[in-house]
């Protein structure tokens, strides 16, 4: 009547599995359009990128099978590229976080929670229009008839903001806050309470208070927000093009001129494949980072 025992371990350890199994199969099923779709419009190109980069132009542009590295060994031919957004980008990281922190720590921290929605959603707002369109009101807001003009009328004269660096950090900051104050915004929003409580009554200034738990309590939001913008400024165009008039140039630029004007695949593609190494290099830099951050975090709590 009980049956026999080899028989009932057997089913016993049959069932797990029967539901991992199932587990793995619904797991694969809802990565699989994600993964086909990174596949073919990620994976893909990028091979063709690197099969086109030791290639040779053509005779009237575009691509012609061979297998040299010469255009790796051309890329200091676009040296001001690979410098402009070198440096500006992360001056534009680094500009948009002191924005963003204290705006973040405002909204997480100090606002009335009856408002802290609609605040949040004042910071999103800008995203609800084209950046064309904003950097277009910039270019008007930069250009001769804007602030020059209003300058000009005090007796400031020759000011020059348009086609500058400044004008391309400018754009970078107000287009790219929104996505530096999110990920800080939640890291703070998150942030125990009874941390701070706890560290004003054993006696710590507010300063010290905000430097020993709640900034680095919030670094893994930090590197999130600056390693997704800087990310993203790599391969900036649309700015620097409005708003650098062609004399800041970004290596997106330079990638639109190598495969639009010039038709030279092979040494756009060599471009290109650098970026994406430089971009890698940049996400695996902060991922350690954010990685010992949280750590730290960890045991400074226990």
Same mark, same amino acid.
């Given at each position: 009547?009980?049956?026999?025992?080899?028989?009932?371990?057997?089913?016993?350890?049959?069932?797990?599995?029967?539901?991992?199994?199932?587990?793995? +199969?619904?797991?694969?099923?809802?990565?699989?359009?994600?993964?086909?779709?990174? @596949?073919?419009?990620?994976?893909?190109?990028?091979?063709?990128?690197?099969?086109?980069?030791?290639?040779?132009?053509?005779?009237?542009?575009?691509?012609?099978?061979?297998?040299?590295?010469?255009?790796?060994?051309?890329?200091?031919?676009?040296?001001?590229?690979?410098?402009?957004?070198?440096?500006?980008?992360?001056?534009?990281?680094?500009?948009?976080?002191?924005?963003?922190?204290?705006?973040?720590?405002?909204?997480?921290?100090?606002?009335?929670?009856?408002?802290? +929605?609609?605040?949040?959603? *004042?910071?999103?707002?800008?995203?609800?229009? #084209?950046?064309?369109?904003?950097?277009?009101?910039?270019?008007?807001?930069?250009?001769?008839?804007?602030?020059?003009?209003?300058?000009?009328?005090?007796?400031?004269?020759?000011?020059?903001?348009?086609?500058?660096?400044?004008?391309?950090?400018?754009?970078?900051?107000?287009?790219?806050?929104?996505?530096?104050?999110?990920?800080?915004?939640? #890291?703070?929003?998150?942030?125990?309470?009874? *941390?701070?409580?706890?560290?004003?009554?054993?006696?710590?200034?507010?300063?010290?208070? @905000? @430097? #020993?738990?709640?900034?680095? +309590? #919030?670094?893994?939001?930090?590197?999130?927000?600056?390693?997704?913008?800087?990310?993203?400024?790599?391969?900036?165009?649309?700015?620097?093009?409005?708003?650098?008039?062609?004399?800041?140039?970004?290596?997106?630029?330079?990638?639109?001129?190598?495969?639009?004007?010039?038709?030279?695949?092979?040494?756009?593609?060599?471009?290109?494949?650098? +970026?994406?190494?430089?971009?890698?290099?940049?996400?695996?830099?902060?991922?350690?980072?954010?990685?010992?951050?949280?750590?730290?975090?960890?045991?400074?709590?226990?």
């Amino acid at each position: 009547m009980r049956g026999d025992p080899h028989s009932i371990r057997n089913r016993t350890n049959a069932m797990p599995l029967t539901t991992t199994a199932k587990k793995r +199969l619904v797991t694969a099923a809802l990565l699989a359009p994600a993964s086909v779709w990174l @596949f073919v419009f990620l994976v893909l190109p990028f091979i063709a990128m690197m099969v086109f980069s030791v290639g040779e132009r053509g005779p009237a542009g575009g691509y012609q099978a061979a297998f040299t590295f010469a255009q790796y060994a051309n890329l200091p031919a676009r040296a001001a590229a690979y410098w402009n957004t070198l440096m500006l980008a992360p001056a534009g990281a680094f500009l948009c976080l002191l924005v963003a922190y204290p705006t973040a720590y405002y909204l997480a921290v100090k606002a009335a929670p009856r408002h802290r +929605l609609l605040l949040v959603s *004042l910071v999103v707002v800008p995203f609800w229009t #084209s950046l064309l369109v904003r950097t277009y009101a910039w270019m008007f807001i930069l250009g001769s008839r804007g602030i020059p003009s209003l300058l000009d009328m005090i007796g400031i004269e020759d000011v020059r903001l348009l086609n500058t660096p400044g004008a391309v950090l400018l754009g970078i900051v107000y287009g790219y806050l929104p996505l530096m104050i999110m990920p800080i915004y939640v #890291s703070l929003e998150k942030l125990d309470r009874r *941390l701070l409580e706890a560290s004003a009554d054993l006696g710590a200034k507010p300063a010290s208070t @905000f @430097f #020993s738990v709640t900034l680095p +309590l #919030s670094l893994p939001g930090v590197m999130t927000g600056v390693a997704l913008v800087t990310i993203l400024l790599l391969g900036e165009y649309l700015i620097p093009q409005l708003l650098g008039g062609g004399k800041v140039f970004f290596i997106g630029n330079a990638l639109v001129d190598l495969f639009l004007q010039s038709r030279n695949w092979p040494f756009g593609s060599a471009i290109a494949v650098t +970026l994406v190494a430089i971009v890698v290099v940049v996400l695996t830099v902060a991922m350690r980072i954010a990685w010992k951050v949280s750590g730290t975090r960890q045991v400074d709590l226990v």
